[in-house]
């Protein structure tokens, strides 16, 4: 599966190069990760030739190299994790503070999150208190170093997060066909962004990935489309 190989080459690190960058024995990243104080890997390619990823859960992978996958923006988390006064509980804490302020910046400027803020850009409590909690379980478990292009930032997952939902209401999620000529060029400017905040995604997902439906079949779709 050089494919697979070569992408994971590109865009992580194996367990063995994290802890060598990281100065940490294998064992204590996985009590890092025991403990929740940093996020599971992207991805696990088993001995037996299986990709798991919580997104997409077990494919087959025949040939690819077995080892756990990470994010190399895991580094900067693990030296957060490493401070001397830092818990899970602070950890959480600074985790959500940030995202729920990056989703009220984006509330202001780029979308509405309807469960979160109200036509006033009054917060929703609960609304943003289940998206933020959300959020940290998806950091944890492995799921923004998948999707995120930036995935150690509250703030660059909050866009990512925004322009996904944005895209998908406005495009019917990928399957709308035609659009006012008016909407054309903020669409595809839409496109543009979501396009750079999100991975690539793997060979073997990518045709189930939201970027594959929401950027390169939607595209397709506007190129008939006139402005």
Known sequence: MAELDNYLARHYLNEH?????????LKEIDALIGSQ??????????????LHSHVFGIMPAPGA??????????????????????????????????????LAALNLSTWRLRDCFDDGDGVIT??????TESAWTYFLNGTFSLCVANPISEAHIAYKEVLQEKLAQLSENGQK???PAAELAALRELIDAYAEAAMPFSPIEYPRSSRKRLVEDLRARLVGETI
């Open 17 to 25: 190069q994290l802890a060598a960058a990281s100065d940490l024995a």
């Open 37 to 50: 104080m940093i996020p599971a890997p992207a991805y696990t390619v088993s001995a037996d030739g299986l």
């Open 65 to 102: 190299l077995p080892g756990r996958y990470f994010h190399p923006s895991q580094l900067s988390w693990i030296a957060l994790a490493r401070a001397p006064r830092a818990t899970p509980a602070s950890l959480k804490a600074r985790f959500i503070s940030r995202f729920a302020a990056a």
């Open 126 to 131: 609960e609304g943003l208190r289940a998206r």
């Open 177 to 179: 066909t035609s659009y």
